[in-house]
């Protein structure tokens, strides 16, 4: 019902910024919840944020104040801000959407924070 593509990630020294953004097939006014996640070879996947079609959000304890959600439904994309970056951050970074009961994933973009 629904196609997710990142973009954005890459190569980015500690302390830096990126900006990762999400873009839906279809209209993710009426999406309850997106969110995005975050998986390092060998661990599991985690969450990072989500946000509801309120823009009520949350956060991981390991992204708070350094990660912000935000989504822009003219546009049908979803966006994370990543200030403050650090090796640990390093990952594929995925889009996540719920909808009549199923889950939606991207194909996720890579994202290095090293010097």
């Known amino acids: 019902q629904v196609q997710l593509v990142e973009s954005g990630g890459g190569l980015v020294q500690p302390g830096g910024s990126l900006r990762l953004s999400c873009a839906a097939s279809?209209?993710?006014?009426?999406?309850?919840?997106m969110g995005w996640y975050r998986q390092a070879p060998g661990k599991q996947r985690e969450m990072l944020a989500r946000i509801t079609r309120d823009n009520s959000t949350n956060y991981a304890d390991s992204v708070q104040g350094r990660f912000t959600i935000s989504r822009d439904n003219a546009k049908n994309t979803m966006s994370l801000q990543m200030n403050s970056l650090k090796p640990e951050d390093t990952a594929v970074y995925y889009c996540?959407?719920?909808?009549?009961?199923?889950?939606?994933w991207g194909q996720g973009t890579q994202v290095t924070v090293s010097s």
């Open positions: 996540r959407a719920q909808l009549t009961g199923r889950i939606y």
């Open positions: 279809r209209s993710i006014a009426s999406i309850y919840t």
